[in-house]
């Protein structure tokens, strides 16, 4: 029973045991010499340190009035955020760049396959950027009355094609997604510019606040003494 | 009644200050001075330090103010800025081990001028052995003998379970209690 109820002893000091092992402790305490003991040194600890000498501290005015003055303006946690989020945001955005450049390698590789494989018609041809001639060279083929239809121009046409087309199914995608993150970062910023120019202001609003506060005293100095 | 009208008075200056109203705050540190201020003082055992501290808690109260939520306790939340603080004031002290106690006593109410100089010594004594503690016990003892915080409360502030705080409370006393033990017994050598 000591064993068990004596690791118990600081608690029972300070009130902190109640029902059966606070009845336990108290049955124990009246027949257990050695936990008696222990219990009136660990009170006298206790007594002693209540009685440690007290420093003389700052009247609370005189330390509010002080602090007041250097309190900064809130958001100053902000500032240190900033640098250390983009130690995140730069290594996570290449990694999305990569991630987001093989998927969409796998993407087009699935198009092409679902391409070949003769499920998509004519929008496979399109995306892969392989439409043999489409409707807008036949568009300008009839505008010109056929003239248009010798062979350098439909092969010049034709090339023109074939390189706006794989422009946009090899580079579209890419600068859309693209796009679409570097407006995220973008409204991320704006978001959060007020609270970075906040955290810059801080270091001189104290300073303007301690002019005030000086001028305000020479006044009434000056007042007293008219 | 009284109680929660002072919670509500509570709420209404954190949620002030929270907005950037210093006198606000003002309001909330004259609230918590002594408390803050007993902690450090008996964390850092120095006068000078102990201001630093004081001063050092309550700006980093202010500055983490817009994220603390009003209805958790702002005392717990206070003692756990200013244990910190002390511990770090303390850290940064590099070497300067002349700055001492700077301490007044309080008048001794003992008629027995030997006792109380008895007394002084085994103050001073517990005092040097609470300073050689490792942190993690010496707040525990703070903030259960000077700041008279449940072993709830500790564990809620210190974030660790009761039975740490227990631990921790029962390595300190048993420490400064083996001390008591150590002087009597020189005493008891000297007279003899």
């Known amino acids: 029973m000591h064993e068990m109820l004596h690791p118990f002893l600081n608690s029972y000091l300070d009130g902190e045991l109640h029902g059966t092992r606070l009845q336990q402790m108290e049955l124990h305490l009246a027949s257990c010499e050695t936990c008696q003991t222990e219990l009136k040194e660990l009170r006298r600890v206790s007594e002693l340190l209540q009685k440690a000498p007290v420093a003389e501290i700052p009247r609370v005015d005189r330390f509010v009035a002080n602090l007041t003055l250097i ?16 130690w995140w945001l ?60 010798s062979g350098a121009t439909i092969n010049l046409l034709t090339t023109v094609n074939g390189f706006v087309t794989g422009l946009f199914s090899g580079f579209l995608w890419q600068a859309g997604i693209g796009l679409v993150y570097l407006g995220w970062l973008a409204i991320w910023w704006f978001k959060r510019r007020p609270q970075f120019m906040n955290s810059t202001m801080h270091r001189v609003r104290p300073l303007k606040e301690f002019i005030r506060q000086e001028s305000r005293v020479e006044i009434e100095k000056e007042k007293n003494h008219d | ?101 700077e301490m007044q006593c309080l008048p001794d109410p003992s008629p027995n001028p030997e006792a109380a100089l008895i007394e002084k010594e085994q103050v001073a004594s517990l005092q040097l052995v609470m300073k050689s503690l490792p942190e993690a016990s010496r707040s525990v003892l703070v903030l259960r003998e000077y700041s008279g915080l449940s072993y709830e409360e500790i564990g809620a502030v210190l974030e660790i379970p009761i039975g740490t705080v227990m631990f921790r409370l029962n390595y300190a006393r048993n420490r400064l209690r083996g001390l008591l033990a150590e002087q009597k017994v020189q005493q008891e050598q000297e007279y003899a």
């Open chain 1, 90 to 149: 730069v290594p996570m955005g290449l990694l999305f760049d990569w991630f987001f450049v093989r998927i969409l390698i796998l993407v087009r590789d699935a198009v092409s396959i679902t391409g070949t494989a003769g499920l998509l018609g004519q929008a496979a041809a399109w995306l892969n950027g392989s439409t043999p001639q489409p409707l807008w060279i036949a568009g300008i083929n009839w505008i010109s009355g056929g003239q248009a239809a």
């Open chain 2, 1 to 101: 009644m009284r109680e929660s009208r002072n919670a509500e008075t509570e709420i209404a200056l954190i949620e002030r200050a929270q907005k950037g109203d210093r006198d606000a705050y003002g309001d909330l540190v004259r609230c918590y001075y002594t408390c803050v201020v007993s902690i450090v003082q008996h964390m850092c055992g120095d006068t000078h330090l102990a201001e630093d501290a004081a001063q050092e808690a309550f700006l980093r109260a202010w500055i983490k103010l817009p994220s603390f939520h009003p209805d958790s306790s702002l005392r717990n939340w206070l003692c756990r800025i200013a244990i910190n603080a002390a511990l770090d004031v303390l850290r940064r002290r590099t070497g300067n081990t002349s700055s001492k106690m």
């Open chain 1, 71 to 86: 309190l900064p303006q809130h958001r100053m946690s902000d500032q240190k955020e900033g640098p250390k989020l983009l």
